[in-house]
């Protein structure tokens, strides 16, 4: 829980053609120090020019999100209003009126008006590369929520089973071919750390017969490097990294590298590869290739 301070799912639905990446830029304020001010805030916390309150769902952020992200007895003692809470959680810049990029990405009714890369894109390939044919593809979108239960319930059935008689017996055991949590934890580490500021490429996720790729627009940011990735954490999206947090998607931070480590580990997968770009990032599962003992 958070104090307050003072200061969908439609995967043959078409994403729109005509949307404006201009949209994407801070709102213009009235001094230079607002200006200024604007400009020094990591993006997920700048106000989306051209966009209102209207174009947030405020009754899910009232009756949904403060009562799981924000302690029941701030809220019986907090009497301002729904502008102030959403400045409270840097969702909206109150001094404008006018939302934040996390607004728009947890609360907006329509993220991709605003965000055009705000979005999950996964292809299902019959083969190892991209010139197998495809198996199926899916597009998860709107707010936050939905694309993370959308993910939740899509990730399960996804995963091929393997059935393992045990030896002497007449049981068996379920092996799957990776493990739920580990991929479960990787995209959402994608989107709690892509970049939304200058690129308008989904989180792209490419499962073929030998493997899963998930990228994600964006490099290593602030502290991390390549040697310490693993345990070094910072923040592209802090607004939205607390929002993950709050909605019970994200327990710790820090930690998830090691925690898909060891899940691929005993599952029988081989460890994780990790490939850093400029201007993006690429983490590779290969399919179980063992039984764990």
Same mark, same amino acid.
């Given at each position: ?14 994403? @729109? ?8 830029? @801070? ?37 949904? =999100? ?98 393992? @008689? ?11 071919? =990776? ?69 019970? =998607?994200?327990?710790? =931070? ?40």
């Amino acid at each position: 829980m958070v104090k307050l301070h003072d200061s969908g799912i439609d995967s043959n639905e078409t994403l @729109p053609l005509d949307l404006v990446s201009a949209s994407m830029k @801070p709102a213009p304020a009235e001094s230079g120090f607002e200006k200024r001010r604007a400009a020094d805030l990591p993006f997920d916390e700048q106000p989306v020019r051209g966009s209102t309150t209207e174009d947030l769902a405020l009754d899910y952020f009232r009756d949904s =999100y403060l009562p799981r992200a924000v302690a029941d007895d701030v809220l019986r003692e907090n009497r301002r209003g729904i502008e102030h809470q959403l400045g409270s959680l840097r969702f909206l810049a109150t001094d404008l009126a006018t939302p934040t990029a996390a607004g728009l990405l947890v609360l907006g009714k329509d993220p991709l008006m605003w965000l055009p890369g705000a979005y999950v894109q996964l292809v299902r390939f019959e083969g190892r590369d991209k010139a197998a044919p495809i198996r199926n593809q899916k597009r998860f979108f709107r707010r936050l929520e939905h694309v993370v239960e959308g993910l939740d319930a899509f990730l399960p059935f996804a995963i091929e089973t393997a059935r393992i @008689p045990l030896e002497g017996s007449m049981q068996h055991r379920d092996l799957p071919d =990776y493990p739920e949590s580990a991929l479960r934890e990787l995209v959402f580490n994608a989107l709690m750390h892509r970049n939304y500021a200058t690129s308008n490429a989904p989180i792209q996720i490419d499962w073929f017969s030998d493997r899963v790729e998930i990228s994600n627009p964006g490099g290593l940011f602030g502290r991390v490097t390549r040697d310490n990735f693993d345990r070094t954490t910072d923040y592209r999206n802090p607004a939205v990294a607390e929002a993950m947090r709050a909605l019970k =998607y994200v327990e710790r =931070y820090g930690v998830g590298i090691a925690r898909v480590r060891a899940a691929l580990e005993r599952n029988g997968n081989p460890p994780p590869v990790f490939r850093f770009e400029a201007e993006s990032a690429t983490v590779t599962m290969r399919k179980r290739e063992r039984i764990p003992v």
